[in-house]
């Protein structure tokens, strides 16, 4: 495997459901992202992870938690969600948080809340 | 105010048109400006990325940053239709604090 991978790719899930998306990096990065892409939105930052300590959290509800147990692999455990939660999840890493600092993306996970 | 603004179009062209698609943003700190590209069913890419204002250019794509006037530009030479794909823009303050902000994407499809 090489770059950013997620899975899973789809995730359909009622709203009492309790999931979780998983983010792997194999690029030897120190910070790790979540973001939401939704329709006609920007990409909306959800959390930032620098060497496995959370730097950010861009006011997300905490019906999504994430974990991040070392440098190489992101979660984001989800529950209670609704269904303007529906979007594409992506995940992506970068060798640290300044500006200069590619960052590279996961394919992301298609999540639909029913 | 929304710090980064973009058409999210869709745009249309034939093959071989130039291409030209634009940003405007609001803060005057930011000072990397980069442009993703974004294919159906994939995560964004880097394909572009520039520091304060200028020009830079790399193969068929150049891009363009009037700090001035608080505008960023892509365009795309020869368009293929591999080209087809959503076009991000994004600017970033520059220090290890603050993060990427994107635009909604412009959606290029280029018919052949």
Redesign the interface.
């Known amino acids: 495997e090489t770059g950013v991978t997620q899975t899973p790719r789809h995730l359909v899930m009622g709203m009492t459901n309790k999931k979780s998306l998983k983010c792997e990096q194999h690029l030897g990065h120190n910070a790790m992202y979540w973001y939401k892409q939704s329709a006609k939105k920007p990409l909306e930052l959800m959390f930032v992870y620098n060497f496995k300590e959370q730097t950010e959290n861009n006011s997300v509800p905490s019906r999504f938690s994430p974990e991040c147990p070392n440098s190489s692999h992101l979660f984001l455990h989800l529950h209670t969600l609704q269904p303007e939660d529906s979007a594409l999840y992506l995940c992506a890493s970068s060798g640290g948080t300044s500006g200069h600092n590619e960052q590279f993306f996961g394919p992301g996970t298609r999540l639909t809340v029913l | 105010q929304?710090e980064?603004e973009?058409d999210?179009g869709p745009l249309s062209v034939p093959e071989g048109a130039i291409v030209s698609l634009n940003c405007t943003y609001s803060n005057s700190a930011f000072?990397?400006f980069m442009w993703?590209r974004q294919y159906s069913?994939?995560?964004?890419?880097?394909l572009m990325?520039t520091?304060s204002s200028g020009n830079k250019e790399d193969g068929r794509f150049t891009a363009q940053v009037d700090k001035s006037s608080k505008y960023i530009s892509l365009f795309i030479r020869d368009s293929q239709p591999s080209d087809s794909a959503t076009y991000?823009c994004a600017s970033?303050?520059?220090?290890?604090?603050?993060?990427?902000?994107?635009?909604?994407?412009t959606k290029l499809s280029v018919k052949p």
């Open positions: 929304k980064v973009q999210p000072q990397y993703y069913r994939k995560g964004p890419e880097l990325y520091y991000l970033h303050y520059g220090g290890s604090q603050g993060n990427l902000i994107f635009g909604k994407g």
